[in-house]
């Protein structure tokens, strides 16, 4: 079996997560109902909340998206928390990962937006796929 060196796997950027993440202004506990995140959604005009627990460790993003099925019957929002929905959920990039790495990542679970956490699972921003392949776009490859 032959293995390649990681330098020949990925391109060395040296660019890290830190380097392109944003900062996330829209958070949701994860015992809210559908209903108050839709309400966010809406109120904030904004496509997806990082969903934490209630230590406000990250638990995932929802989207408008994913909240259609729940949406579709009014008495079902009333109910149902955030944490029972199918959202995306870890593991999450990390400030330190290659921008490289987790653009391929990325790409492979068709993410358009990934939190990024630190090491106690608190979340410090987001990445999203358009920043990351921009970046990588035009930096220099090393």
Request: glycine share 8%; net charge negative; charged share 20%.
């Amino acid at each position: 079996m032959t293995t390649c060196p990681p330098q020949s796997v990925r391109p060395g950027h040296g660019l890290t997560v830190a380097d392109a993440m944003d900062p996330c202004d829209y958070r949701i506990a994860d015992d809210r109902t559908v209903d108050q995140a839709d309400d966010m959604l809406r109120g904030a005009d904004t496509e997806y909340l990082l969903v934490c627990d209630h230590d406000g460790r990250c638990e995932g993003l929802v989207t408008r998206t994913g909240l259609h099925p729940f949406l579709a019957r009014s008495w079902y929002t009333e109910r149902t928390a955030i944490s029972a929905t199918a959202h995306q959920r870890g593991p999450f990039a990390w400030p330190t990962m290659g921008l490289a790495l987790a653009a391929l990542a990325m790409r492979i679970k068709h993410l358009a937006v990934w939190p990024v956490v630190d090491e106690d699972g608190y979340i410090l921003g987001v990445l999203t796929a358009d920043r990351a392949t921009g970046l990588l776009a035009v930096a220099p490859a090393q």
